[in-house]
T-cell receptor, first 113, second 116 residues
Framework: GNSVTQMEGPVTLSEEAFLTINCTYT??????LFWYVQYPGEGLQLLLK?????DKGSNKGFEATYRKETTSFHLEKGSVQVSDSAVYFC????????????FGAGTQVVVTP | DTGVSQDPRHKITKRGQNVTFRCDPI?????LYWYRQTLGQGPEFLTY????????KSRLLSDRFSAERPKGSFSTLEIQRTEQGDSAMYLC??????????????FGPGTRLLVL
């Protein structure tokens, strides 16, 4: 079945540092890939998505590229802010059931001033 | 477009009691999803509706759980005879479409349930 694996957290960074969160997946065919962010006490917000190989999703300075050859969708940001402190979830939906999202366990990011 | 709303935001109940949660999707969204999120984990799919039809239920959804979307708008999730293991955040999401790679779900703030 489908699965998503994320790097474990917490990831602690200083402000303006470079952030990478690794995400790899297992799926049949070509799934759609998503990054969601969850701020403390809140629901999930869609950060970015990609629906086919080599697509790059981007939003708010974050980027992720759909790599079919390595089955990866790593999230990156060049210069983090304290306000980026949150839990980040990688997710996919695929052929078995489009729309039924399969999430990774989440990666907590803590950015210090 | 006011986003997905959920009510209540927090619920504390005693073991054995019944609880009901409500989700109002984004207006005009025909699909509605329920997920459960336990501490330190990603959300897990429970069930989803297309309009008023419940199309899929996870094996996580035991007989004590029931979900409805009677008029294809808001949805309710009821848990009967709650157990401590039901303590979790219950998330609702909605989307527009008939299924496909471009479908995007938008989540509500969640209902946090604590069963004592």
């Amino acid at each position: 079945g489908n699965s998503v694996t994320q790097m474990e957290g917490p990831v602690t960074l200083s402000e303006e540092a470079f952030l990478t969160i690794n995400c790899t997946y297992t799926a049949t065919g070509y799934p759609s890939l998503f990054w969601y962010v969850q701020y403390p006490g809140e629901g999930l917000q869609l950060l970015l998505k990609a629906t086919k190989a080599d697509d790059k999703g981007s939003n708010k300075g974050f980027e992720a590229t759909y790599r079919k050859e390595t089955t990866s969708f790593h999230l990156e940001k060049g210069s983090v802010q304290v306000s980026d402190s949150a839990v980040y979830f990688c997710a996919l939906s695929g052929l078995v059931s489009w729309g039924k999202l399969q999430f990774g366990a989440g990666t907590q990011v803590v950015v210090t001033p | 477009d006011t986003g997905v709303s959920q009510d209540p935001r927090h619920k504390i109940t005693k073991r054995g009691q019944n609880v009901t949660f409500r989700c109002d999707p984004i207006s005009e969204h025909n699909r509605l999803y329920w997920y459960r999120q336990t501490l330190g984990q990603g959300p897990e799919f429970l069930t989803y509706f297309q309009n008023e039809a419940q199309l899929e239920k996870s094996r996580l959804l035991s007989d004590r759980f029931s979900a409805e979307r009677p008029k294809g708008s808001f949805s309710t999730l009821e848990i009967q005879r709650t157990e401590q293991g039901d303590s979790a955040m219950y998330l609702c999401a909605s989307s527009l479409g008939s299924g496909g790679p471009r479908e995007t779900q938008y989540f509500g703030p969640g209902t946090r349930l604590l069963v004592l």
